[in-house]
C-alpha cells in the first residue's frame, strides 16, 4: 500500500466506531423524512449534498408541505454556524491540502470529522487522504443509512432508547480527554461548558454552541494576556 | 421516485447555506496573521467548541447522561474510543432503568 492509502484507510479505521454509531441514527432520519412526505430520492439528496445530521433532523422536524424555504436557510445558518469556529481552526492545519481540496474537504466537515482531524493534528499531523479517509467514510455511511431508512420505513424504532443518541456525545467527550495539556485546558472547558449548558436550558435554537465557544477562546485569550503582563513584571509564566 | 422541484431547490438552497458555514471558516483565516493572544484564542478553540457542543447532552439531559457522562470521561482516560462508546451507552440505558 502507498502512503496515501495508508493514511486513507487509517482515517477510515480511526472513525470505524462513529461509523457504527451513526447508521442507526441516519436510519431514523431516514424513516421520520418519509413520514413527512419526502421521497426516498429526495432523502437521499439531501443527505448526500447538504450532510448534517443535526440540521437535517432540525429541518425535517419544521418541514411541511409546502416546506417554509424562508426559515429552513435561516436555520441552516443558525445550526451550521458552528463550522465557521470549526474550519478557522482546522484550516490553521491543513497546510498540505492545495485550494480546491481544501474546499472539497469543508463539504466533508462534520463535527465528528472535525474533532478526529484536529485529534490527528496533535498526533501525527493532518493529510489529505487521512481526512478524505474520515469526511468519505462518514459520508457513504450516512448517506446509504438514510436511504435504507426512508426505504424500509419504521422498522428499528427508536435509537435512543438504546443510548445511541449519547455515543456521540461519547466520542467528543473521548476527544476531549486527549486534548487534556494543562490546568489552562480545565478553564477553557469549564467555562465553554457552563456557558454552553446554561444558554442551552435558556435560549431556543442552536445558539449554545456558539456562546460555549466564544467563552471558552475569550477566557483563553484572557489568560494569554495576563501571562503577558507577568512577563513584563519579570515574574515567569507557570 | 418523485421529483419536486420546490423541495429540489429548497435542498439545493440548505446545501449552500451549509457549505458557506464551512467554508467560511477556512475564507476568513486565510490570509490572517495573528498576534500572540488571537493565536492562544485560536489555540484554545478546539477545545471551547467541542466542550460547547457536548456539554448540554451531558449535563442538561439528566441524572443518566450527567452519570454516563462522568463514565467516559473516566473510561476514556484508558480505554480506546470504542469502549468509551460501548460504556457510556450502556451506563445511559441501566441508569434510565435504575433511576426511570
Known amino acids: ?56 433532523f432540525v429541518a425535517i422536524d419544521q418541514w411541511a408541505d409546502p416546506a417554509p424555504l424562508g426559515l429552513l436557510v435561516f436555520t441552516a445558518l443558525v445550526v451550521n454556524v458552528r463550522h465557521v469556529l470549526m474550519t478557522a481552526s482546522l484550516g490553521r492545519s491543513m497546510t498540505g491540502f492545495s485550494g480546491p481540496t481544501k474546499y472539497v474537504a469543508m463539504f466533508f466537515l462534520s463535527d465528528e470529522a472535525w474533532a478526529f482531524a484536529e485529534r490527528r493534528v496533535r498526533e501525527a499531523g493532518l493529510t489529505p487522504a487521512y481526512y478524505f479517509g474520515i469526511g468519505v467514510s462518514m459520508w457513504l455511511v450516512w448517506t446509504s443509512s438514510c436511504l435504507l431508512g426512508a426505504v424500509i420505513g419504521r422498522g428499528l424504532g427508536d435509537p435512543s432508547a438504546y443510548g445511541f443518541n449519547f455515543a456521540f456525545s461519547a466520542v467528543f467527550i473521548c476527544i476531549l480527554v486527549g486534548f487534556w495539556s494543562n ?18 436550558l435558556l435560549v431556543p435554537g442552536a445558539w449554545y454552541i456558539m456562546a460555549g465557544a466564544f467563552a471558552g477562546v475569550g477566557v483563553a485569550a484572557a489568560l494569554h494576556a495576563e501571562i503577558d503582563e507577568q512577563k513584563t513584571d519579570g515574574v515567569m509564566p507557570s | 421516485m418523485t421529483l419536486d ?10 446545501t449552500l447555506a451549509t457549505f458557506a458555514m464551512r467554508a467560511g471558516g477556512a475564507v476568513i483565516m486565510a490570509r490572517a496573521q495573528l498576534g500572540p493572544i488571537a493565536t492562544a484564542a485560536f489555540e484554545a478553540m478546539p477545545v471551547a467548541v467541542l466542550t460547547a457542543v457536548a456539554a448540554p447532552a451531558a449535563l442538561t439531559q439528566g441524572l443518566p447522561e450527567a452519570i454516563a457522562g462522568a463514565a467516559a470521561v473516566i473510561v476514556g482516560l ?14 445511559v440505558v441501566v441508569m434510565r432503568q435504575v433511576l426511570g
Open chain 1, 1 to 56: 500500500m502507498g502512503a496515501r492509502s495508508q493514511e486513507f484507510s487509517a482515517g477510515a479505521i480511526a472513525i470505524l466506531p462513529v461509523l457504527i454509531a451513526t447508521a442507526p441514527v441516519a436510519v431514523l432520519f431516514g424513516t421520520l423524512a418519509v413520514v413527512k412526505g419526502l421521497s426516498p430520492f429526495e432523502v437521499w439528496l439531501m443527505s448526500a449534498t447538504v450532510f448534517a445530521g443535526a440540521l437535517q
Open chain 1, 183 to 200: 490546568w489552562r485546558t480545565g478553564v477553557v472547558l469549564a467555562c465553554s461548558g457552563a456557558v454552553s449548558a446554561t444558554v442551552h
Open chain 2, 5 to 14: 422541484a420546490y423541495n429540489m431547490s429548497l435542498i439545493l438552497l440548505v
Open chain 2, 78 to 91: 484508558r480505554a480506546p474510543m470504542a469502549v468509551v462508546i460501548v460504556v457510556a451507552m450502556a451506563t
